[in-house]
């Protein structure tokens, strides 16, 4: 198999215009992405410094758009030197294009306040969802291994699997014709190239998971319908997760030095510190060469242009490694074989990693950056302790008050006025249509025949219907921005309701 094999612009949907050139196909992928209202909240969800006024800081929307730049270029440069130095006849549009749009939509499913937040909703449903479910079936589930699997999107919560839910099922364009099961209707090539973890439980020795229970069929399906191994990354993927880990920590370093957390001088000291032994080649020790001076330079009028200087020094060298190590292992990847990443076993490794490790001394760690994020690891923990109230109902009980919601939508309903769960039927009200659609798709489907959960044991009807309303809440929350989380969660703690 050849990667030009593996850019089949066939949908899950259905949709894909036969008489389209693959690139076509490629670029709609695009459209669908920059006019989707989760890809546009990306621009008040924080990269570090969540609820930041300064615009000159970055946003994830503004982070994805950087990522997406260095994406492109990447492919560029690797489909180039495929064709050149092993004759593939690889269409560079549709390449870059995938890549592109992979790179945009990487931080799509990232709740508020990034991983703190995805840490409060993992422990919330740790600490509370035996409880919870207790609370809604009045009694104790089955065996442990029974709730365990129950709850495993939850305890497993992270940004990546849920950015393919939302791709897969939060993100419809109604007017387009799209039905809501099939999200944005993105082409294959771009869903599988958003998977960095292809499993949907950690396999030993693992930190995260790829996509959800829920997803799962859908993500099978992607890979048998343009004959990929399942449990495999896509190779497309490698350049998406490159560019990442290329972009993030200089860019976070950047934001520090913009809001006088950390200077220049001081960054480049500890960085030079961390690789002064190491040696890459010329091009490594140029870049030490450049650490190095800037490690002596004082004061604030020099920072914003040697910072750029550096940056755009280390990029490119990073992504010329990138480019090598892809076109090295290019056999193992399309194999599905290759082990780690293009930043693995190289120079830029070293680099890569020295940056993160004065990340994690002087910018993670700095009052500014943990300051909100133990306000953010509160917000989200109190959201899901209230919302959760739904979580405790019977299933007749919520899907009543589902129903008299429903009614309430487009008349005056005496039903909503006396509603006998007065609290339960105005917190419902507060869960978007967005999420309320999805709940109600899987349900429907699954009442038709048409879905089942397969791996998750012998759950009963009523067990998957709690799963699904489970999933309605963490999809809500999920899709917040920052800011509104903390005005929501204001607001049920009465604390501002203006």
């Given at each position: 198999?050849?990667?030009?094999?593996?850019?089949?612009?066939?949908?899950?949907?259905?949709?894909?215009?036969?008489?389209?050139?693959?690139?076509?196909?490629?670029?709609?992928?695009?459209?669908?992405?920059?006019?989707?209202?989760?890809?546009?909240?990306?621009?008040?969800?924080?990269?570090?410094?969540?609820?930041?006024?300064?615009?000159?800081?970055?946003?994830?929307?503004?982070?994805?758009?950087?990522?997406?730049?260095?994406?492109?270029?990447?492919?560029?440069?690797?489909?180039?030197?495929?064709?050149?130095?092993?004759?593939?006849?690889?269409?560079?549009?549709?390449?870059?294009?995938?890549?592109?749009?992979?790179?945009?939509?990487?931080?799509?499913?990232?709740?508020?306040?990034?991983?703190?937040?995805?840490?409060?909703?993992?422990?919330?449903?740790?600490?509370?969802?035996?409880?919870?479910?207790?609370?809604?079936?009045?009694r104790a589930p089955e065996s442990r291994t029974?709730?365990?699997?129950?709850?495993s999107d939850f305890i497993n919560f992270d940004?990546?699997?849920?950015?393919?839910?939302?791709?897969?099922?939060?993100?419809?364009?109604?007017?387009?014709?799209?039905?809501?099961?099939?999200?944005?209707?993105?082409?294959?090539?771009?869903?599988?190239?958003?998977?960095?973890?292809?499993?949907?439980?950690?396999?030993?020795?693992?930190?995260?998971?790829?996509?959800?229970?829920?997803?799962?069929?859908?993500?099978?399906?992607?890979?048998?319908?343009?004959?990929?191994?399942?449990?495999?990354?896509?190779?497309?993927?490698?350049?998406?997760?490159?560019?990442?880990?290329?972009?993030?920590s200089l860019s976070d370093i950047s934001d520090?030095?913009?809001?006088?957390?950390?200077?220049?001088?001081?960054?480049?000291?500890?960085?030079?510190?961390?690789?002064?032994?190491?040696?890459?080649?010329?091009?490594?020790?140029?870049?030490?060469?450049?650490?190095?001076?800037?490690?002596?330079?004082?004061?604030?009028?020099?920072?914003?242009?040697?910072?750029?200087?550096?940056?755009?020094?280390?990029?490119?060298?990073?992504?010329?490694?990138?480019?090598?190590?892809?076109?090295?292992?290019?056999?193992?990847?399309?194999?599905?074989?290759?082990?780690?990443?293009?930043?693995?076993?190289?120079?830029?490794?070293?680099?890569?990693?020295?940056?993160?490790?004065?990340?994690?001394?002087?910018?993670?760690?700095?009052?500014?950056?943990?300051?909100?994020?133990?306000?953010?690891?509160?917000?989200?923990?109190?959201?899901?302790?209230?919302?959760?109230?739904?979580?405790?109902?019977?299933?007749?009980?919520?899907?009543?008050?589902?129903?008299?919601?429903?009614?309430?939508?487009?008349?005056?309903?005496?039903?909503?006025?006396?509603?006998?769960?007065?609290?339960?039927?105005?917190?419902?009200?507060?869960?978007?249509?967005?999420?309320?659609?999805?709940?109600?798709?899987?349900?429907?489907?699954?009442?038709?025949?048409?879905?089942?959960?397969?791996?998750?044991?012998?759950?009963?009807?009523?067990?998957?219907?709690?799963?699904?309303?489970?999933?309605?809440?963490?999809?809500?929350?999920?899709?917040?921005?920052?800011?509104?989380?903390?005005?929501?969660?204001?607001?049920?703690?009465?604390?501002?309701?203006?």
């Amino acid at each position: 198999m050849s990667l030009k094999d593996l850019l089949n612009p066939v949908r899950l949907g259905g949709m894909a215009q036969s008489s389209r050139a693959h690139s076509e196909e490629f670029l709609s992928d695009h459209s669908y992405i920059v006019y989707c209202t989760a890809f546009r909240r990306l621009q008040q969800k924080a990269q570090v410094f969540s609820l930041e006024t300064d615009s000159a800081i970055r946003s994830r929307l503004t982070h994805s758009l950087e990522v997406a730049d260095t994406g492109r270029r990447l492919a560029n440069d690797i489909v180039g030197r495929l064709r050149e130095e092993k004759g593939e006849d690889v269409d560079l549009l549709s390449v870059c294009s995938v890549v592109e749009n992979a790179c945009l939509l990487h931080d799509i499913g990232n709740p508020p306040f990034g991983h703190f937040g995805e840490m409060a909703i993992q422990k919330w449903a740790r600490d509370n969802g035996l409880g919870v479910y207790k609370e809604a079936f009045g009694r104790a589930p089955e065996s442990r291994t029974h709730i365990n699997l129950l709850l495993s999107d939850f305890i497993n919560f992270d940004g990546n699997p849920q950015g393919i839910r939302t791709i897969l099922h939060l993100g419809a364009v109604k007017t387009s014709g799209l039905d809501g099961k099939n999200g944005l209707n993105l082409t294959i090539p771009t869903i599988l190239s958003v998977i960095k973890y292809p499993w949907h439980i950690k396999p030993e020795g693992k930190k995260k998971i790829g996509y959800f229970f829920s997803e799962k069929d859908d993500v099978e399906t992607c890979c048998f319908s343009i004959g990929w191994n399942k449990g495999i990354k896509y190779p497309l993927m490698y350049i998406m997760e490159a560019s990442d880990d290329i972009c993030y920590s200089l860019s976070d370093i950047s934001d520090g030095i913009e809001k006088g957390v950390i200077t220049l001088a001081d960054f480049c000291k500890d960085l030079f510190d961390e690789i002064v032994y190491v040696s890459g080649g010329e091009d490594f020790d140029k870049i030490k060469s450049l650490i190095e001076y800037n490690s002596h330079r004082r004061g604030k009028s020099p920072q914003k242009d040697s910072l750029n200087e550096l940056t755009i020094t280390i990029c490119r060298y990073m992504m010329k490694t990138a480019a090598d190590s892809f076109l090295e292992n290019y056999d193992r990847i399309l194999s599905g074989t290759y082990e780690g990443d293009l930043l693995t076993n190289n120079s830029s490794a070293i680099l890569k990693n020295a940056i993160k490790t004065v990340c994690r001394k002087n910018l993670y760690r700095s009052y500014e950056a943990e300051k909100v994020e133990i306000s953010g690891f509160r917000i989200i923990t109190g959201l899901l302790t209230h919302f959760s109230t739904l979580l405790s109902l019977k299933k007749e009980v919520f899907e009543n008050l589902l129903e008299i919601k429903e009614k309430g939508r487009t008349k005056e309903c005496d039903e909503y006025k006396s509603a006998p769960r007065d609290i339960e039927l105005r917190i419902l009200s507060r869960i978007s249509n967005n999420a309320i659609n999805a709940y109600k798709s899987y349900k429907a489907l699954y009442e038709s025949g048409g879905y089942r959960p397969f791996g998750m044991g012998n759950i009963t009807d009523r067990e998957f219907e709690w799963w699904l309303r489970f999933h309605m809440i963490i999809d809500h929350i999920s899709g917040m921005t920052d800011r509104f989380a903390l005005e929501t969660y204001q607001m049920f703690e009465g604390i501002n309701i203006a």
